[in-house]
């Protein structure tokens, strides 16, 4: 594994290249609404400065602007850029370079609430579960790993307000909000989960791994204070690729087209791991969603827990009385795909309830503008009630939020199908 502040660190050059977008796209036709289940926003530079107490205000990290007019991030003494890869989608991928942008390089939709909208309407996308910038980690890990922890508490909760009292406050009908956990104590995490779940949370994200920081294992019960506010109030524990810091990468010499290939790796090992920590099962209403991590290893998978689950008896963390691995599976994990057509292949195994779609608007990993044109070439051959499961109907009953009004996109494909 190799830490993605390596990307971060490298991204402020003296000299930058030229920045480009590609011609504005026309809307798409539409093949059935979308609740994407994961895209992220593009913090703006007052986020922590105007919601911590006046005496924390010099300690939470704030942008500094170069004589060019670039804008970094100061996190006690670490300057990060604001990379290309945090708003991807409308350059040219020439462009996907790794350097430090300014907030005009980039697609408006990528910072501003109001004019996402617009890019999620293009798209045929009715609601977004928000994540946050490769900044602060897509689980909140930068606050932290702060050395003043009040600072990094403090960060952390000025982030949630923003994104419900602003980002999510913009459209509430059309954006998720899903909260970043305080990682410093369990218990306060739970008082947090808590507090914001009233607030119209619906979602959390959390680490594949609390070990990739340092952090106490999922097999030992510390995070069961957690875990158990996170189940008590139905908020969804989204386990985001990289989220522990890191992704797969085998070797030193390994491109980045290796991690980007092996990015559901992460999910496949976090799934087994989370299993197997019996967090599901001393919490068996608990939802948990692979964000990012695919679908088309989920039969291989199966068949690998089935495989073990054969040798219980000489199993020292399984019992005879448990649930199996694949039932818990079945029972407490969902999945999410951005591009998996042999997974539509193979429903009957992993189950049509337990698919969900993405767009991973803005990332370099998004099917902007073309998400629609992408899921048709690969689930059209499915029932019209399966497509509107996939496309919108399972994220709709997991996150508890609405589906889509009735032709809110006009007459999407399926609609028209189904009326037929």
Known sequence: MRDIDEKQKAAVHKDRHPTSFLPEPAPRGVFCPLISVDDHVLEPPDIFSKRVPARLRDAVPYIEYMPDGLPIWTIEGTRLGITTGNGSSGRPIAEWNNEAQKYEDFRVGVWDPKARLADMDLNGVWASVLF???????????????????????????????????WTAAAPDRYIPSQCAW?????????????????????????????????????????????????????????????????????????????????????????????????????????????????????????????????????????????????VLHRNFWFASIEDPSAFQLLDLIGE?????????????????????????????????TVRKICYGNASKLYRHPVPPAGFFS?????AKIDA
């Open 353 to 385: 309830d337990r698919v969900m779609v993405e767009t991973d608007y803005p990332h370099s990993d998004s099917s902007w503008p073309d998400s629609q044109a992408l899921i048709k070439s690969s689930i059209e051959h499915l029932p019209p009630s």
């Open 183 to 327: 990682l410093g104590d369990p218990t306060v995490a739970a008082g947090e989960v808590r507090r914001n779940a009233e607030r119209g949370f619906k979602a959390i994200s959390f680490m594949e791994n609390p070990e990739g920081l340092g952090l106490p294992s999922l097999y030992t019960e510390y995070w069961d204070p957690f875990f158990e506010a996170c189940a008590d109030t139905d908020s969804v524990i989204n386990l985001h690729v990289g989220s522990r810091g890191s992704v797969t990468i085998p070797s030193d010499a390994s491109p980045k087209e290796v991690s980007l290939a092996l990015f559901p790796v992460n999910s496949m090992a976090a799934l087994v791991d989370w299993i197997y920590s019996r967090v599901p099962l001393r919490f068996p209403t608990i939802s948990i969603a692979m964000s990012e991590g695919g679908v088309s290893w989920v039969p291989m998978i199966i068949e690998r827990l089935a495989r073990v689950h054969r040798q219980l008896d000489a199993s020292l963390t399984w019992y005879a009385t448990d649930p199996s691995p694949v039932d």
């Open 411 to 415: 007459l999407s494909e399926i609609e």
């Open 132 to 166: 946050p910038s490769t900044i602060w980690g897509f689980a909140g890990t930068r606050f932290v790993r702060m050395q003043n922890k009040e600072a990094g508490l403090y960060s952390l909760r000025a982030y949630n307000d923003w994104m419900i009292d602003e």
